[in-house]
């Protein structure tokens, strides 16, 4: 029984980090101070990587523990598990699109070399934004907390969060800002 709470308490906790990233995320090119911009990058990429730990621990005591029966092949295939196939089903095409999303980023730096590049990594790395709502949905379908005040205030709050640094995002204003290797990249902040 103490694999079930475990597994459930690191759901909660990888909803809640990979949240933080995807705002921070959200927000990282904001604004025009170079210190701010690395610090918010910095906080992105490694609230990233404490939330795919968690999720990965959150796997890995799904399958291991007895209480409910999800076998390994439900936690790699869409539809595999009797536990609740739509939720779980939901939950791996997020860890896939995760996945995606945490590969690009990794790879950036080999991917981005190019203004045409660059848009085509940003376009991927969005996939962050359909990982984050299949967590959501998946932890909202088959989270056994989700009906509690508390698990309740916590979706909405990662709900809030994200839509709120969406808004902040779409409001900035684009522009185009050398990028040290004599090209121009797209940056969203202040013009000033």
């Known amino acids: 029984m103490i694999l079930w709470y475990l597994m459930r308490a690191l759901g909660m906790v990888a909803l809640l980090v990979l949240t ?3 705002t921070l995320g959200a927000l990282a090119t904001l604004g025009r101070d170079p210190d701010g911009r690395l610090v918010r990058q910095l906080l992105h990429r490694t609230t990233a990587v404490v939330g795919l730990v968690a999720l990965l621990l959150h796997i890995v005591t799904a399958v291991v523990d007895s209480y409910v029966a999800v076998p ?5 295939l869409p ?3 009797g536990f609740r196939p739509v939720a779980m089903a939901i939950g791996v095409l997020g860890c896939y699109a995760l996945a995606v999303t945490a590969l690009s980023g990794w790879l950036r730096g080999r991917l981005a070399v190019t203004p045409h590049l660059a848009a085509w990594w940003r376009t991927i790395h969005a996939s962050a934004y359909a990982a984050w709502v299949l967590s959501m949905a998946h932890g909202l379908l088959s989270g056994t907390d989700t009906h509690t005040w508390w698990g309740t205030a916590t979706y909405a709050a990662c709900g ?4 709120a640094a969406l808004v902040v995002r779409a409001g900035a204003p684009v522009r185009r800002v050398p990028d040290g290797r004599g090209h121009l990249r797209l940056t969203t902040g202040p013009l000033r």
């Open 20 to 22: 933080a990233s995807t």
């Open 72 to 76: 390994l092949s439900a936690a790699l």
């Open 79 to 81: 539809f595999g598990s």
């Open 160 to 163: 809030l969060a994200v839509a």
